[in-house]
């Protein structure tokens, strides 16, 4: 299985730019990346996902090295409403890929005025 | 268009009751999705449903736990007798897409409290 591992908190200030960074070194030629944000008392919401390189949406970009071992989540200019739990997951390395997803820890962003 | 909805939020039963938590997906959504996280632990997978059929159920905990998904629809989750670890908050999730896309669709969950 691809084991993510991420910093357990981070905190950061409004208008701050936050990377949060995920290895990953058992990740599977097919795996994807895939980041998941979740804030109290409601489920996790995807935000973004990628298979190299970068990625950019309107929330978030995702920068994956040549190696993809590890991966870099994002945000730019945050605010309080940022302040979540964020996850890295990849995929299930091996057969029987059926698309359940396996949660870390995460990591806690902190985000204070 | 409707995200997913669980049903109820909350529920407090006695050890040895039984519950039934249900999950409607988001309307088209052939994959369907089970997890639960209990006190202090990580969301954990539980079972993944397509259409009405289980295609991976490896994460149920025991045979306590039952989950249905009536004509490919709306999912039920039965824990029967409930025990005391089984409170936790448990989410439902829907996807179109199985791998390698992993976006899927949370509902807010129903935290089970057993006493």
């Known amino acids: 299985l691809a084991k993510t591992t991420q910093p357990i908190s981070m905190d950061s200030y409004e208008g701050q730019e936050v990377n949060i960074t995920c290895s990953h070194n058992?990740?599977?030629?097919?795996?994807?990346i895939t980041w998941y944000q979740q804030f109290p008392s409601q489920g996790p919401r995807f935000i973004i996902q990628?298979?190299?390189t970068k990625v950019t949406n309107e929330v978030a970009s995702l920068f994956i090295p040549a190696d993809r071992k590890s991966s870099t989540l994002s945000l730019p200019r945050v605010s309080l409403s940022d302040t979540a739990v964020y996850y890295c997951l990849v995929g299930l390395k091996g057969s029987g890929n059926t698309g359940k997803l396996i949660f870390g820890q995460g990591t806690t962003l902190q985000v204070k005025p | 268009e409707a995200g997913v909805t669980q049903f109820p939020s909350h529920s407090v039963i006695e050890k040895g009751q039984t519950v039934t938590l249900r999950c409607d997906p988001i309307s088209g959504h052939d994959n369907l999705y089970w997890y639960r996280r209990v006190m202090g632990k990580e969301i954990k997978f539980l079972l993944h449903?397509?259409?009405?059929?289980?295609?991976?159920e490896s994460g149920m905990p025991n045979n306590r736990f039952l989950a249905e998904r009536t004509g490919g629809t709306y999912s039920t989750l039965k824990v029967q007798p409930a025990e005391l670890e089984d409170s936790g908050v448990y989410f439902c999730?829907?996807?179109?897409?199985?791998?390698?896309?992993?976006?899927?669709?949370f509902g807010p969950g129903t935290r089970l409290t057993v006493t």
């Open positions: 999730a829907s996807s179109q897409d199985q791998y390698p896309y992993y976006e899927q669709y």
């Open positions: 990628g298979y190299k």
């Open positions: 058992n990740i599977a030629t097919n795996d994807y």
């Open positions: 449903f397509v259409k009405e059929s289980k295609q991976d």
